[in-house]
Every structure is written in structure tokens, then in C-alpha cells.
């Protein structure tokens, strides 16, 4: 699955409270700062923002979907048409909207699909999100990508988003290896590895650390 350029979500410190600043945060900023030069110089130029989550994990898996291969700003688009024609984004509602609804929103039928499906299986309690905030990173990717339409960026997207795991590194998205390339490589081109290699000295933070990396290309941070 072709990932999408990063939309970076406001976060909590847990995913059911909504509120507040991931527990890490303050640490993790403190810690990049003092041991990586380029972040040194980033992540001062953004003293009040940091990571939100909604908290809903099937909305914010659907809202991952409908981000996959598209711009943000796209993204947002469909996503407020979506939350308009379904208000209450329970997987019940999406289903009782049907395809067609959805389909009017500008999501792609197999986009279409993948989102109904997802809330087939939710409603079916054929996944079971409580779980997964006791569970490994990993773990959590390896259960997510057995769901039709979620891949790995998807996955790391609802580790990041949903769950605030403070080390993700998402090396399929576009939106981090177009940060890298600006800021260590000059502007010039850069494979995973290369990417790796930079991010190794973000551990254990490389998720505080592609967020930043997000907001130094937009400094607005997009509601996932």
C-alpha cells in the first residue's frame, strides 16, 4: 500500500483522555534537542504544539485510509465530507450510510470498500482495539495489517496517532523522507536506509522527532 504525505494530528496523554500533552513530551524535546544539531534548530520554532490523538481508534484507522495516496490537504477535504454525511462516526453509521453516500464524499471505491469493511469488522468485534494499547508496536502492526486496506504506514500512523507510541518511525512516508532530504541531505534525494541512519540518533523519540519533522514542512499541524 502507497503511503501519503504525513497529516499530523494534534495529542493526549493517554488515547482516551483527549487532553493534554503526551507525558513524554517535554523530555523527549529536551533530549532531541540536545543531541541532534537539525533539531536543535526545529523544534524551538514550535514551543506550544505537540502530538493530539482523537482517542477512537475506527475513526482514526478510517481517517488513515482516506489519507493513503493523497495529499493532506486532500485528505481533509474528503475526511470533512465524510464527518458531514456521517456526524456520528460510529462503524453502525458508516455502514448504515452505505457506499453510495461515501462514494459522493470523493473517496475511491476501493477506499470505499476498505472503510466499510473496517466497520464490519468493528462492529462484528472481529478486532479488539482494547487490546492493543497493552501490546507491542510490532504486535499492534502485525494485527493491523491482517485488516483489508491497512498496510504499514497505516499501521504506524494509528501507533502514532491513536495510540502515541513515542518511538515510530514511519520510513514509507513521504512527508519524513522529504524532511530529511531538506534538512541532512541538502535537499537531495534519500533512501530508507539513509533515513534510518538519521533516525537512529533519534531513538527513543522518533516519533517526537517525525513530528517535528512534519511541522518544519507545515508548520499548521493537520487534524488526522
Given at each position: 500500500?502507497?503511503p501519503?504525505?504525513?497529516?499530523?494530528?494534534?495529542?493526549?496523554?493517554?488515547?482516551d483522555s483527549?487532553?493534554?500533552?503526551?507525558?513524554?513530551?517535554?523530555?523527549a524535546?529536551a533530549?532531541l534537542?540536545?543531541?541532534?544539531?537539525?533539531l536543535r534548530?526545529v523544534?524551538?520554532?514550535?514551543?506550544?504544539?505537540?502530538?493530539?490523538?482523537?482517542?477512537?481508534?475506527?475513526v482514526?484507522?478510517?481517517r488513515?485510509?482516506?489519507?493513503?495516496q493523497?495529499?493532506?490537504?486532500?485528505?481533509?477535504?474528503?475526511?470533512d465530507?465524510?464527518?458531514?454525511?456521517?456526524?456520528?462516526?460510529?462503524?453502525g453509521?458508516?455502514?448504515k450510510?452505505?457506499?453510495?453516500?461515501?462514494?459522493?464524499?470523493?473517496?475511491?471505491?476501493?477506499?470505499?470498500?476498505?472503510i466499510?469493511?473496517?466497520?464490519?469488522?468493528?462492529?462484528?468485534r472481529?478486532?479488539?482495539p482494547?487490546?492493543?494499547?497493552?501490546m507491542?508496536?510490532?504486535?499492534?502492526?502485525s494485527?493491523?495489517?491482517?485488516?483489508r486496506?491497512i498496510?504499514?504506514?497505516?499501521?504506524?500512523?494509528?501507533?502514532?496517532?491513536?495510540?502515541?507510541?513515542?518511538?515510530v518511525?514511519?520510513?514509507?512516508?513521504?512527508?519524513l523522507?522529504?524532511?530529511?532530504s531538506?534538512?541532512y541531505?541538502?535537499?537531495?534525494?534519500?533512501?530508507?536506509h539513509?533515513?534510518?541512519?538519521?533516525?537512529d540518533?533519534?531513538?527513543?523519540?522518533?516519533?517526537?522527532?517525525?513530528?517535528y519533522?512534519?511541522?518544519?514542512?507545515?508548520p499548521?499541524?493537520?487534524?488526522?
Open positions: 500500500m502507497s501519503a504525505p504525513s497529516a499530523v494530528p494534534a495529542a493526549s496523554p493517554s488515547p483527549g487532553l493534554g500533552c503526551p507525558g513524554y513530551w517535554e523530555e524535546r533530549d534537542i540536545k543531541r541532534d544539531r537539525i534548530r523544534i524551538p520554532k514550535h514551543p506550544e504544539g505537540f502530538l493530539v490523538s482523537r482517542g477512537d481508534p475506527f482514526t484507522l478510517a488513515a485510509i482516506t489519507g493513503q493523497i495529499s493532506v490537504k486532500s485528505a481533509q477535504a474528503v475526511w465530507r465524510v464527518a458531514a454525511a456521517v456526524p456520528r462516526l460510529t462503524p453509521a458508516v455502514i450510510t452505505g457506499g453510495e453516500a461515501l462514494l459522493a464524499c470523493g473517496l475511491s471505491k476501493r477506499k470505499t470498500e476498505y466499510l469493511d473496517l466497520a464490519a469488522q468493528f462492529k462484528a472481529q478486532v479488539h482494547d487490546k492493543w494499547s497493552a507491542g508496536d510490532e504486535a499492534v502492526i494485527e493491523l495489517v491482517g485488516i486496506g498496510g504499514r504506514w497505516t499501521a504506524e500512523m494509528f501507533l502514532i496517532f491513536n495510540l502515541l507510541r513515542p518511538d518511525l514511519p520510513l514509507d512516508d513521504l512527508g523522507l522529504k524532511a530529511i531538506q534538512h541531505f541538502s535537499g537531495e534525494p534519500v533512501s530508507r539513509e533515513a534510518r541512519e538519521v533516525a540518533n533519534w531513538q527513543p523519540w522518533r516519533t517526537v522527532a517525525t513530528w519533522m512534519w511541522r518544519s514542512l507545515d499548521v499541524a493537520v487534524d488526522y
